[in-house]
């Protein structure tokens, strides 16, 4: 198990901004995917971005490219989604997730970019509890 717990979630205005965390406690991942979801009510869960931590290597869907970044901090226990421009649209249950990737993924951009891809969100093995985000003007 990877316990995945995150936070930073909440109402904020149209076009503003917002850090989402994901916590990783008693697990260290040196060659995972980390990646954030969305899920709206009545809408299938998407993928929106992604970091592959044995590399630092990001990913993100087309939707949130230019406004969100993720990022992992420096001893590799915490997953950051900084939203910026916040759109309604973006409003959501946002979750964490992790799946291992062959450490070869180091020196393989293909096989890290699979991190983010169409329906990923079946190949993640590890998920929080999610953490809500409203976006209204």
């Known amino acids: 198990q990877v316990p995945l717990v995150e936070s930073g979630g909440g109402w904020v205005q149209t076009g503003g901004s917002l850090r989402l965390s994901c916590a990783v406690s008693g697990y260290t991942y040196r060659s995972h995917c980390m990646g954030w979801f969305r899920q709206a009510p009545g809408k299938e869960r998407e993928g929106v971005a992604a970091i592959y931590t044995g590399g630092g290597n990001t990913y993100y869907a087309d939707s949130v490219k230019g406004r969100f970044t993720i990022s992992q901090d420096k001893v590799n226990t915490t997953v950051y989604l900084q939203m910026h421009s916040l759109k309604s649209e973006d409003s959501a249950m946002y979750y964490c997730?992790?799946?291992?990737?062959?450490?070869?993924?180091?020196?393989?951009?293909?096989?890290?970019?699979?991190?983010?891809?169409?329906?990923?969100?079946?190949?993640?093995?590890?998920w929080g509890q999610g953490t809500q985000v409203t976006v209204s003007s």
């Open positions: 997730a992790a799946r291992p990737l062959p450490l070869a993924a180091q020196h393989d951009g293909l096989l890290a970019s699979t991190c983010l891809r169409p329906n990923s969100r079946y190949e993640y093995t590890y």
